[in-house]
């Protein structure tokens, strides 16, 4: 037996003779094989294939996700941008009235200016007629 080192990984298979072992199981696709074991590897490979088609699935909802969220973004801002149009639209519309009244404006300016110029010379005016009065009756008193 001292070629049992030197056929280390090599098997004997019942049907085909020696073989090369890839692995330290004995499966070949036409033995027969552990019925067990095959309802294992089924529901193995069952099971990863769900777990996989979920993760699959769940990758799959969260850009739905994403997707309905950004039309939900789109959305809002196309209204925001319809609204800030409108707004813009607006404040022009008010600066322009503004800009045409901005005459009468000054007019008014104006008249307040002559009215407090006037109020202050009828002011004038009372304190000078009440001083003249004075000097009347103590003309008048003589």
Avoid: W
Avoid at 19 to 29: C, G, I, N, P
Avoid at 55 to 78: C, G
Avoid at 85 to 114: F, V
């Amino acid at each position: 037996m001292a070629d049992d080192g030197d056929n280390e990984g090599v098997t004997d298979s019942p049907k085909k003779g020696p073989t090369l072992s890839t692995s330290t199981s004995s499966f070949e696709a036409l033995d027969p094989h552990d019925p067990n074991l095959s309802r294992l590897a089924t529901t193995m490979f069952q099971k990863t294939s769900d777990y996989l088609f979920g993760e699959l699935t769940a990758t799959q909802e969260d850009y739905r996700l994403l997707e309905t969220m950004n039309q939900a973004t789109i959305a809002k801002y196309s209204d925001m941008k319809q609204i800030s149009g409108n707004i813009s639209r607006t404040m022009a519309d008010l600066n322009e009235k503004y800009m045409s009244l901005q005459p009468y404006l000054d007019q008014i300016d104006q008249i307040e200016s002559s009215v407090n110029k006037l109020e202050q010379a009828a002011y004038k005016l009372d304190a000078y007629s009440k001083r003249l009065e004075a000097k009347f009756k103590s003309l008048e008193k003589r």
